[in-house]
């Protein structure tokens, strides 16, 4: 009879400790992706909108899918984040925003090794692509959303360095500062009316655009974490606050406050350009899957039972349509 409670206890204890140990990404909070996926539909055209405001709740709360996979297949990781400064000054501008260019000039395991977000973009555009093409229901809902994951996390600039947390410059902690409490505190006062969606001519060069703002952005990121630092002591920088029933250090209001107003709207930037970006996307693979009628899958209801995974001949699909034209 007892021993229910201790299982619990040890699952709970499990997941405590795997979030220190494997998260090395946390991606932006689970608050800020839910928002970005769900105000994402709001952008589509009529055409679309049915179809993904009847499924809204879906999109919503699987927007974090692909965090959880993390903790499941060792290959999902790399997904989230690209650590440019590994490929030296100005590889934010040099990089090859093409996979195949990429993989000739640094193999595909030191990709797979420093992060392959925004190839990873374009591979879920085209899975969403087929989802279409196929009237797949059940696969337009899952890959609208890892999308919006993965577009969210490109637009984030703590994801696009290798010192992704501040622990190389003493700023440890930084990241969910950033992309958590940030968002949290101060969304509600945003402006999230970002317009309507609109056809991307070239997904892989938006999402490398995408990328190269948020890695531009890290200069004030940091700089500004410095700076206010200087000018307060850990007990004006920190406090405590009670999450459920657990005292917590974070970051203090009055730093959070002093650092938002520095950062002069970059995460709202971040978040507008985020949600666009994923209407856009989700628009245009319906597009070039040729418009497929949206209102005749309504009533399909999807059981989201099968194995979410890529299979190998999806990959290879891939592969080719890699080699194809768009590249
Ligand atoms: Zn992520």
Redesign the pocket.
Known sequence: MKRAPLILLAAVLVQIIASFTFNR????GFFA?QKINRLAVFTLPPEMTTFYKHHIQYITENAVN??KRRYAVDYEAPR?YIDLDVYGDSAVYKMPRYWNDAIEKYTEDTLQAYGIVPWHVHFVTYQLTEAFKENNAEDILRYSADLG??I??ANVPLHTTENYNGQLTDQYGIHGFWESRLPELYSEDYDFFVGKAEYVENTQIAIWDAVKEAHLALDSVFSFEKKLTKKMDDDTKYSSELRGNVNVKVYSRNFSKAYHKMLSGQVERRMRNSIKMVGDFWYTAWVNAGQPDLDLLIDERPIFSRDEFITNSQSNKLRRHESGVEN
Do not use: T
């Open positions: 990404k946390p991606s932006w992706h692909p965090d989230h994951h993965y969210g996390d």
